[in-house]
Structure formats: C-alpha cells, structure tokens
C-alpha cells in the first residue's frame, strides 16, 4: 500500500480526499526536514563553515533535482518562491506589468490566476470552454490573432473539475501568435510529467506542498532567453555581487531574485519530495490513479440527484459535483463528522462557479495513495448525508 510511505494515514483514520488542497507528505520528506532543524541547521550562500556548506549544497541540490524534474535547460532558469501564487504575482510585477496590457487565460482559472493581473491593471481576454468544460482552441486561436504577442497564463489542470488542458497545443498556438505562456503547475504535477522543453512552456509556476512536499515553497521556471526581461521586484541580501550608497550590482539568476533568508527547510524538504516521487514513478502514479478516478466516477454516478459538470474524458486528480436541492457546503459538515475529508465551496475558482450559475460543488480530490476502499466509505457517508438532509 502506497499509504505506508506517509506517517499521516498511520496516526489518523480520516479518510483523505482533499488532496487538492494539499497533499500529504511522506516520512522521508518530514526526515530530510527533521534532519536539516536537528543536525546542521544554518543559513545559506553567506558562511563558509561546514553546516553553512552543507545547507547550500542540499539546498542547490534542490534546483538541480527540480531542473532534472522538469527538464530544465539549466538550473539558473529555477527561482524558488513561496508557491504558485508567489510565482505567479513574482511574473506579474517583475516582468508582465508594463508589458501587457492583457493576459488570455482559461475560464477554470484559480483566483491565484486572475487577482493578481487585476490589481496591477492587466485586463482579460477569457477562453471559451465547451458544455463539458473543455477549452475551446478556435476560440483561443480568434483571440490570439486579434492580440498578438499577448501573454497567455492557464492553468495546466483545474483545481475545481480536473480538466486537463493541452499545454503543448496551447503553446504551439501561442507561440504562432508571439505569445508568451505561464502555466499554473500547481494541480499537474502531483498527476503528470511535465516536461519544459517538450511543452515549450516558457513560464511554470510549481508548488510543492501539492508535491508531497512541505508547505511554503515554490518555483518559478524562466525560460532561459526570457531571464534578462525579470527584474527583481524585491531584492536585499545574497541579492547582489557589489553595493555602494550610489549604487547596487545584482548577482545573476537565480541569486538575484531569492532575496532574504528562504525556506531552507522547505526546499531541502521539496527536493526529497521530488525524489521520491521519481523513485515510484509517473507511470505508477497515472496507473492508480486513473483506476481510482474512474472507480469514484462510476461510484458516483449510482446516486441518485447527482449532479456533475463534466465528464471525466481528459480529467484526473478533483471531480466536483452536486446534489440536487442540497447546498454542498451542508454535504461537507455532515461527511466531516464521518471522517470524510473533502472540500465544498467555490474551490477558489469563483468566476466559473458563476458562469455554471452555481455557488459552488462537493469536490472530492484523489492522490495516488487512494484507495478503493477510501472511496467505499465516502459513498457510504455521502449517502448518509443526502438522506438526513433529504428528511
Ligand atoms: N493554482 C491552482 C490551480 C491551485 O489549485 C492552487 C492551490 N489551491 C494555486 C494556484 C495556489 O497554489 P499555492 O498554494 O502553491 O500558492
């Protein structure tokens, strides 16, 4: 069992279907964390005594793990933020705000996608999806004639419904137009290889905690020939190679842009998450959980009332539906009581929401770890749930 890897299903009996949320985080993971706070905690890029040595190295280990991961070109085309909505905001002001007057995105964006363009003025052009979600390419390809060399940021699969969106034909429509592409990482992956090269993605915004890595660490990944149009929107310390009160000389990428003291911790913790999840691999991963997804699906589907809002062709990870006449939110509190773990709301995705005419859905989001029985109990509890709130 895949659940023996991770401390979490040991000391809890919560059935765990909120992995798109966060994911949990093996015992390897929290060692390498444990081990950097309890035998040579320093700070890095500064000191030169031994413990300070072996937190750069480990710390770089990192980069150069993540670069291999997504196959990056070089390690310098990795800077390590808070997460994807760090990294997102970090491409808004560093490099897209006096660039762009408009961003095209998808209509099954997360809000960390669409907040951070309005309030620094950038407008949107929104691609169309079909009744079944899916994104609509000619009307993607009508925008991009009518905006060349705009700046595309979507994300790669959707937090509320699953959907994937096909990045690679995405980037080779954007690029016809002269567009630049970010792409929002943060549910892809957990599921999915994601190659940088092979895509073409000139952006991606990564995040760990969705990883099996900790929490408050990201990355953002620069194509290389794009690094020289990001200035620092923040810098201080091991930012720079030379200051004087006239002037300050900035170290090249990534130093440049990692101001201040990181998450050490975290991003030692995150290269070990990435390391194991080579270690079992995607093929593995994919293979359960597309058994796992099709099984809730199918589980799913024998109730009565339910309502869902696409299928799951071209989806993994969240299938998000509703009950008729019953409010998600009231299906949440009574399956929490029955040790489901799940999310109802708008999942932070509140214009789609809207466009469904809709507040929000019951979300359930599996991880690799899942297993049939974990999706036994939810349909027990879901049912138990629709009855009591039927009565
Ligand atoms: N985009 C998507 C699609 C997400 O699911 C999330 C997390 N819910 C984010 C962005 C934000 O990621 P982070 O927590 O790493 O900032």
Redesign the pocket.
């Known amino acids: 069992m895949y659940k023996d890897y991770f401390p979490y299903f040991k000391n809890s009996n919560i059935v765990y279907l909120d992995n798109?949320?966060?994911t949990q985080k093996p015992q390897v993971v929290i060692d390498e964390i444990v081990n950097y706070y309890s035998s040579y905690c320093s700070n890095t890029h500064r000191s030169n005594h031994g413990n300070a040595n072996k937190a750069t190295q480990n710390y770089e280990h990192t980069r150069e793990v993540l670069k291999k991961f997504i196959n990056a070109k070089e390690k310098h085309e990795i800077i390590f933020t808070?997460?994807?909505?760090?990294?997102?905001n970090f491409i808004v002001n560093s490099y897209a705000k006096n660039r762009f007057k408009k961003v095209i995105i998808s209509s099954l964006?997360?809000?960390?996608?669409i907040v951070p363009w309005q309030i620094a003025n950038i407008d949107f052009e929104v691609v169309k999806c079909n009744e079944n979600l899916d994104f609509d390419y000619e009307d993607f390809e009508n925008i991009l004639k009518e905006n060349p060399n705009a700046l595309v940021s979507i994300?790669h699969?959707?937090?509320?419904f699953g959907k994937i969106h096909g990045i690679k034909r995405i980037t080779n429509l954007a690029h016809k137009y002269g567009a630049k592409v970010l792409v929002?990482g943060?549910?892809s992956l957990t599921h999915k290889k994601t190659d940088v090269q092979d895509l073409d993605i000139d952006f991606l915004?990564?995040?760990?905690?969705?990883t099996f890595g900790p929490?408050g660490v990201?990355a953002i990944y620069i194509k290389e020939n794009l690094l020289n149009d990001i200035l620092p929107y923040q810098t201080g310390g091991a930012t720079i190679n030379d200051v004087t009160y006239e002037r300050s000389i900035l170290l090249d990428s990534p130093f440049k842009f990692e101001a201040g003291t990181q998450n050490i911790a975290g991003v030692i913790g995150f290269g070990k998450a990435i390391e194991f999840i080579e270690e079992l691999g995607y093929e593995n991963i994919e293979k359960k959980e597309i058994e796992i997804y099709t099984y809730l699906y199918e589980e799913l589907s024998k109730i009565d009332d339910i309502i869902f809002y696409s299928d799951i062709k071209n989806s993994i990870g969240s299938l998000s539906f509703n009950i008729k006449n019953i409010m998600a939110e009231d299906v949440g509190i009574l399956v929490d009581k029955m040790s489901i773990a799940l999310r109802c709301g708008h999942?932070?995705?509140q214009p789609i929401m809207k466009s469904l005419g809709i507040e929000g859905t019951i979300r359930v989001s599996i991880a690799f770890y899942n297993e049939k029985e974990d999706i036994d109990k939810l349909i027990i509890a879901l049912k138990k749930a629709i009855t009591m709130l039927k009565d």
């Open positions: 798109a949320a966060t808070k997460g994807v909505t760090e990294s997102i964006e997360h809000h960390s996608n994300t699969i959707s937090n509320a929002d943060a549910q915004a990564i995040s760990s905690h969705k929490t990201g999942h932070c995705a």
